[in-house]
């Protein structure tokens, strides 16, 4: 019963203003990401060459770096050529980043699945280039590419606890803080992945919700895995 | 920049002897995750409806909590705990490979389920037990299809493998940090640290492609 009292007087304030960091770290990376996804992503498959290239060069490193040492870059790296980042900024530009490049895969895959009629018809109908982009074929893509997206969304959520590493005090952080004073490993980091298993959960019931609502009745809901 | 330079110069041989502690660990999780996730995957598609819900939950457990606090739950929590001494080294291993084996065990869950049903049947009607059939029939042909999602799982856990540095292995993340808090170098310390982690991921998926390629049954296409 102390036990109890003690969780929910000490720990749980503190553990809920992490969970709020967490919050505050996941959403604007997973809006900058898949802005900067659904923009490389286009770029690879539409680009003049030139940007064909660049985009391929970003995905290809910001996927083959690890995440922990793309964030020791944004944070540790970059002050010594002159650029000074909050562990907050620099958190956020790193999962923006990082995972921009994985929604950048998903939606060049699904635009590479629009069947090719689709942008000769709209040629046909006197559209720019850049107008059926836009309005024919990635609202047909984006809806192929939305499972993976979404993967990558909950990689983010789990993904976030990295933010740790470079001092920005989020779920993990606190935890870890908490469990180190009370000296409570085993109960505090449990409770902080149940927290995560509830975020991760919220997240794919979410998401499963919004595919089946955006869905096109006829064109079937494509199901990976 | 070109101290830069003179520092990776001088550190690489020490950076560079991280990478046999990162594909140790990398190689010891995939095996695990492996041998762990043969088994939940023919729980899952074959077992009682108990050991699929079990599997299910198990699998929903390892893939929804993230790696960091999972290391912190399994070093600092049950383990000590239970006062058990490990090193964080064998400890990333089994965590990476506990995490790893929840995602292995749904590539060969697909992989088994791609399986025309044609194959089990006649598995029984040339009078073999399920057991039998399963061992010598489906799970050679499923493993073969699951080596393009081993592939990803590689490149995925060899990436989450510099997050081990956080419990102290001194994998190539680690070592890096050493030189980069010595030297001031950390820009350049850590650029060559991802094109370290770039070019073992290059190296292993070409090596699982010519795994695929060698191990393919031939005439058989999927």
């Not at chain 2, 399963?134 to 060899?158: D, H």
């Not at chain 2, 001031?184 to 292993?204: D, E, K, P, S």
Request: aromatic share 14%; hydrophobic share 50%; charged share 15%.
């Amino acid at each position: 019963m102390d036990e109890l009292l003690f969780l929910r007087q000490e720990v749980a304030p503190e553990l809920l203003a992490g969970v709020w960091m967490s919050i505050k770290l996941i959403v604007p990376s997973a809006i900058f990401g898949f802005f900067i996804g659904i923009v490389s992503g286009v770029f690879r498959v539409y680009g003049h060459p030139v940007l064909k290239r660049l985009a391929g060069l970003y995905v290809l490193f910001f996927r083959g770096f690890p995440l922990l040492v793309q964030l020791y870059l944004w944070y540790f790296g970059l002050p010594r050529i002159g650029i000074y980042l909050s562990p907050f900024a620099a958190a956020v530009i790193g999962f923006s980043l990082c995972s921009g490049a994985y929604h950048s895969e998903y939606i060049r895959g699904a635009l590479l699945s629009v069947k090719k009629g689709q942008l000769l018809a709209a040629y046909s109908l006197g559209f720019s280039k850049i107008r059926a982009v836009f309005s024919i074929l990635l609202p047909q893509a984006m809806r192929r590419a939305l499972p993976g997206n979404g993967n990558e969304f909950i990689y983010l959520i789990k993904y976030s606890s990295l933010a740790y590493m470079v001092t920005c005090i989020e779920l993990t952080g606190k935890g870890s803080i908490l469990a180190n004073f009370y000296f409570k490993y085993l109960e505090i980091f449990a409770i902080v992945g149940a927290i995560y298993l509830v975020m991760v959960s919220i997240a794919t019931w979410g998401l499963n919700y919004l595919e089946d609502r955006i869905a096109i009745p006829g064109f079937g809901r494509p199901k990976y895995n | 920049m070109l101290q830069g330079f003179i520092v990776i110069s001088e550190n690489l041989p020490y950076i560079l002897g991280g990478i046999w502690v990162t594909l140790t660990v990398v190689v010891g999780a995939l095996i695990m995750g492996l041998s762990l996730g043969l088994v939940l995957s023919v729980a899952q598609v074959y077992g009682s409806r108990v050991v699929r819900r079990t599997v299910g939950v198990y699998v929903w457990f390892f893939r929804g909590i993230p790696l960091l606090v999972l290391l912190f739950l399994f070093y600092f929590g049950i383990l000590a705990n239970l006062q058990i001494e490990l090193s964080p080294f064998i400890v990333s291993i089994i965590v990476l490979g506990l995490i790893s084996s929840a995602y292995q065990s749904q590539i060969i869950r697909g992989a088994i389920l791609s399986l025309p049903e044609g194959q089990l049947k006649a598995a029984r009607s040339i009078g073999m037990s399920d057991s039998k059939a399963i061992v010598f029939v489906i799970l050679p042909q499923a493993i073969r299809l699951s080596i393009p999602g081993w592939t990803n799982e590689y490149t995925i856990i060899l990436k989450d493998s510099a997050v081990t540095y956080a419990l102290g292995v001194t994998e190539i993340l680690a070592r890096s940090r050493h030189v980069a808090e010595r030297t001031y170098q950390h820009f350049w310390i850590y650029i060559l640290a991802g094109c370290i982690f770039l070019l073992l991921t290059y190296v292993g998926t070409k090596l699982f492609q010519i795994l695929e390629e060698k191990v393919r049954t031939p005439g058989y296409t999927q």
